[in-house]
Protein backbone atom coordinates (compact mmCIF):
# COMPACT_ATOMS: atom_id res chain seq x y z
CA UNK A 1 0.00 0.00 0.00
CA UNK A 2 2.52 2.52 0.66
CA UNK A 3 4.76 1.26 -2.53
CA UNK A 4 1.30 2.54 -4.20
CA UNK A 5 1.00 5.73 -2.49
CA UNK A 6 4.80 6.97 -3.50
CA UNK A 7 4.05 5.68 -7.21
CA UNK A 8 1.09 8.14 -7.38
CA UNK A 9 2.87 10.89 -5.43
CA UNK A 10 5.96 10.39 -7.65
CA UNK A 11 3.15 10.30 -10.49
CA UNK A 12 1.52 13.76 -9.52
CA UNK A 13 4.95 14.95 -8.93
CA UNK A 14 6.15 14.52 -12.24
CA UNK A 15 2.72 15.59 -14.11
CA UNK A 16 2.80 18.93 -12.18
CA UNK A 17 6.40 19.43 -12.77
CA UNK A 18 5.88 19.36 -15.95
CA UNK A 19 2.46 21.37 -16.20
CA UNK A 20 4.94 24.16 -15.08
CA UNK A 21 6.02 25.08 -18.49
CA UNK A 22 2.48 25.60 -19.90
CA UNK A 23 1.62 27.15 -16.71
CA UNK A 24 4.06 29.75 -17.14
CA UNK A 25 3.40 29.84 -20.96
CA UNK A 26 -0.44 30.45 -19.89
CA UNK A 27 -0.02 33.41 -17.14
CA UNK A 28 2.47 35.39 -20.12
CA UNK A 29 -0.33 34.92 -22.05
CA UNK A 30 -3.53 37.53 -21.96
CA UNK A 31 -6.77 35.95 -19.85
CA UNK A 32 -9.51 37.72 -20.38
CA UNK A 33 -13.10 36.45 -19.93
CA UNK A 34 -13.47 37.12 -24.00
CA UNK A 35 -10.90 35.14 -25.44
CA UNK A 36 -10.68 32.23 -23.37
CA UNK A 37 -7.87 29.89 -24.17
CA UNK A 38 -8.17 27.40 -26.87
CA UNK A 39 -6.90 23.96 -27.27
CA UNK A 40 -3.69 24.08 -29.27
CA UNK A 41 -3.46 22.17 -32.33
CA UNK A 42 0.64 21.75 -31.83
CA UNK A 43 1.98 18.41 -31.27
CA UNK A 44 2.49 17.51 -27.73
CA UNK A 45 6.50 18.54 -26.87
CA UNK A 46 8.84 15.90 -26.81
CA UNK A 47 9.72 16.98 -22.80
CA UNK A 48 5.64 16.61 -22.11
CA UNK A 49 5.38 13.32 -23.88
CA UNK A 50 8.43 11.96 -21.71
CA UNK A 51 6.96 13.44 -18.77
CA UNK A 52 3.97 11.60 -19.27
CA UNK A 53 5.13 8.12 -20.29
CA UNK A 54 7.19 8.15 -17.28
CA UNK A 55 4.31 9.49 -14.65
CA UNK A 56 1.95 6.87 -16.27
CA UNK A 57 4.30 4.10 -15.81
CA UNK A 58 5.02 5.16 -12.34
CA UNK A 59 1.31 5.31 -11.47
CA UNK A 60 0.55 1.84 -13.72
CA UNK A 61 0.75 -1.53 -11.88
CA UNK A 62 3.32 -4.59 -12.67
CA UNK A 63 5.28 -1.86 -14.59
CA UNK A 64 8.71 -1.01 -12.75
CA UNK A 65 8.40 2.67 -13.83
CA UNK A 66 11.91 3.79 -11.75
CA UNK A 67 13.54 0.72 -13.26
CA UNK A 68 13.19 2.39 -16.98
CA UNK A 69 14.55 5.11 -18.77
CA UNK A 70 12.11 7.01 -21.23
CA UNK A 71 13.64 9.36 -23.98
CA UNK A 72 11.74 11.39 -26.98
CA UNK A 73 12.48 12.54 -29.73
CA UNK A 74 10.35 14.19 -32.55
CA UNK A 75 7.38 11.84 -30.72
CA UNK A 76 9.33 8.89 -30.99
CA UNK A 77 9.86 7.40 -27.56
CA UNK A 78 12.93 5.44 -26.96
CA UNK A 79 12.31 2.72 -23.49
CA UNK A 80 15.45 1.20 -21.92
CA UNK A 81 16.38 -0.12 -18.92
CA UNK A 82 16.24 -3.75 -17.38
CA UNK A 83 12.58 -5.16 -16.38
CA UNK A 84 11.76 -8.39 -14.98
CA UNK A 85 9.37 -10.01 -17.17
CA UNK A 86 7.94 -10.02 -20.52
CA UNK A 87 4.75 -9.04 -19.40
CA UNK A 88 6.37 -5.93 -17.86
CA UNK A 89 8.03 -4.71 -20.87
CA UNK A 90 4.78 -5.14 -23.04
CA UNK A 91 2.77 -3.11 -20.56
CA UNK A 92 5.68 -0.54 -20.59
CA UNK A 93 5.13 -0.09 -24.57
CA UNK A 94 1.50 0.06 -24.04
CA UNK A 95 1.85 2.46 -21.72
CA UNK A 96 3.57 4.61 -23.97
CA UNK A 97 2.14 3.97 -26.93
CA UNK A 98 -1.48 5.16 -24.69
CA UNK A 99 -0.05 8.90 -24.80
CA UNK A 100 -1.10 11.49 -27.11
CA UNK A 101 1.78 12.45 -29.27
CA UNK A 102 3.84 9.29 -29.32
CA UNK A 103 4.32 8.74 -32.74
CA UNK A 104 6.52 5.63 -32.17
CA UNK A 105 7.44 3.53 -29.31
CA UNK A 106 11.18 1.83 -29.29
CA UNK A 107 11.76 -0.44 -26.61
CA UNK A 108 14.58 -2.58 -28.41
CA UNK A 109 17.02 -1.85 -25.44
CA UNK A 110 14.29 -2.83 -22.85
CA UNK A 111 15.50 -5.97 -21.50
CA UNK A 112 13.62 -8.94 -19.89
CA UNK A 113 15.97 -9.88 -17.25
CA UNK A 114 17.62 -13.55 -17.99
CA UNK A 115 17.15 -14.03 -13.80
CA UNK A 116 13.39 -13.71 -14.23
CA UNK A 117 13.09 -17.23 -15.31
CA UNK A 118 14.55 -18.85 -12.54
Request: glycine residues 6%; aromatic residues 2%; positive net charge.
Amino acid sequence: MKKLHVRNTLAASLVAISMLGAGSAFAAGSMDNKNPPSESQQPASDTWITTKVKSDMLATDNVPGSDIKVETKNGVVWLSGMVKTQAEKDKAVSVAKGIEGVKKVEAANLKVSAMADH
